[in-house]
């Protein structure tokens, strides 16, 4: 019963502390002084200026039945940039790093006709071949 | 034994099996339907269960109440398969004796190609039907159904589809080591689980024509680019160890990168082309590239350089540097030797000169793609830098990426930089600016003199928020540029 009576209690301390830094960051974003020299920029010691990103593209294999070799393929949602592609065995896990722009958030994978959108927001992208559907 | 037991004749075919047909076996051990329904196994209101009802090892497969006389209501259906000879087998019990009636109803399912479902489903025709006799009960029956002639080695592909019917009471069937004599014939990489396709590889490289980027080349199967889709840009200021100016346009080209893998994956060249834009000094700057972590004897050779007779420079016969701990490529060793000046200060910054149409260069870099230490993509680690002004011992690298061997290290933390590589910190001002600068997209650069920042409207917002800010502040997006301090280049 305490510790249910101490988390009660805690939950709106940590709602406001999560609020003050969601508003402390809007201000940076609305507020925020423009610099207009590059010379006068202030910048973090360990800002990264590269405007893309190396992240790690992990795949889970699958045991099947057959050998399946097809062309792994990650891209933009629209298709029209590719980020990496090669063979893959199906039942094989694979780890490589892949290049994205820092902006891109979601990357389409596909294996045969088999196609997911997965989160590349973290230094992770993960694929497997388990489908989606319930009944077939 | 184990619980659910497929064991088929898996395809003989260079794409989709070994080279000789062996014998497989699917498992409802793995405690997860999923990775059956990813082999082309279909279930309709079964799962798998390890309740104290299932048949052999750890799980079985559990039907919901069997009280509904429907075939669509619970089933199990196979992958594709060319049906052989012999006897479909299984072990079947109930789990309790309550009910007036329970039985299953095989079938089997033709692939049909015109079929309006995604799956490509012919109508089911049934072959045999068993009831399980009354009053029930829970004692495991051994069942054995002879493969159907009409489709016994028919060379056909075919799904066996198990139906679980019943009338009254709450009994639950549960089934175990279901055996199929056939040869696998499914595509599990295809979303449908079609049969598997005919595919046309015109240089045996096992990878299909419509997925080689080189069909006709059995050396060669895939480009990998970055970027990914056009060009990126890459810009410099040329004073270092000294700041200069910031209009980042002392030496700016546009690049792609193409990684060239075969069927196995191993790296057969690596191709840059750089397109150099515009020259915004007075020094003879060189262009080289370190490919960081690979020994200059992994390269077979290089082609496309645009170097003269240098003092400074020594390449190996295979085309890379003398004197690297890794492969280093010098691109050309000076600028105005690829991009001459048309006329006035500089070429391309200056609107009121002449203006140069940029210059393409190809460098490709091959490597022994069938060695033990072949590479793979994600050994292609590039490292660009500008040689100032022929000092060999005066690199600028974009910031923190290793100077190569024949770097002066003693120029660090003189001027304004403030590298330090034990703190990690390499090409950086005191205040961490950069000397180099690289998007992955084509983008405009300043005219001469004009601050980065006077044309880029949010770049100093996204430093300045550690990124958090305007990650797309190099996009051609309204308000983002301002095109009257950008060099326009015909």
Redesign the interface.
Known sequence: MKKLILLVALVPVLLSSCKKDLIE?AN??SN?K??????K????????????KLVDFKVLG??????????LKV??LDG????????HQ?DQDML??I?L???VKEVKVT?????KVVSSTTSEIKFD???V?T?? | MKKLILS?V??A?S????AQSQL?T?TAESGNR??E???CW???ATTYSNLEFRINGNWSLRSNALTNASLTACWVKS?WIKPGSGNITMKVRLENDRGTSRGMVFQYVPYDPNAVSN?KEGTATSFYTYNWATPLDIWVKDISVPVPAAIANSGQPYKILISYVGSGGTSRAFSDDLFIPGT?WS??????CLP?PTIKDTDSD???DN?DAYPNDSKR?????????GKGTIMFEDLWPT?GD?DFNDFVASFRQQVV?N???KVVELKLNMTVRAIGASFHNGFGIQLDNISPKQVISVTGANTGKTDWLKVESNGTESGQTYANIIAFDDAFRVLPSPGGSGVNVDPANPYAKPVDLDLVISFDAESEKAL???DIQINPYLIVNQDREKEIH???MVPTDLANQKLFGTGQDDSNPSKE?LY?SK????WA????SEIPYPQTKV????VYQYF??W???????S??W?ENKKGYRDEDKMYIEK
């Not at chain 2, 430093?463 to 800010?469: D, M, R, T």
């Open positions: 960051k940076l974003d925020q423009v610099t207009t020299e590059f010379k920029l202030n910048v973090k010691q360990d800002f990264d200026w590269s405007s893309v699958l045991q099947t039945m057959a050998t399946i070799n097809r062309t891209s933009s029209k940039a590719t980020y990496f592609t090669a063979t199906m490589t790093k290049t722009p820092k902006n294996y045969g006709s088999i196609e071949f388990i489908p559907s009944e077939e | 088929i898996v395809a075919s794409f989709f099996s070994n497989a699917l999923s990775l329904q990813a082999n279909g279930f309709g992958p799956f696998y595509d599990p990489s295809n979303a449908y598997l096992g990878v299909a997925e199967a895939y480009d990998n680019f970055y970027p990914a889709a700041t910031y893998l069927a196995k994956n793979e993509l994600k974009l910031p923190n910190k950086k205040n961490n600016l950069p600068i690289v998007v992955p601050d980065f920042l006077q100093g917002k430093a300045e928020s550690s990124g958090f800010s990650e797309d190099y």
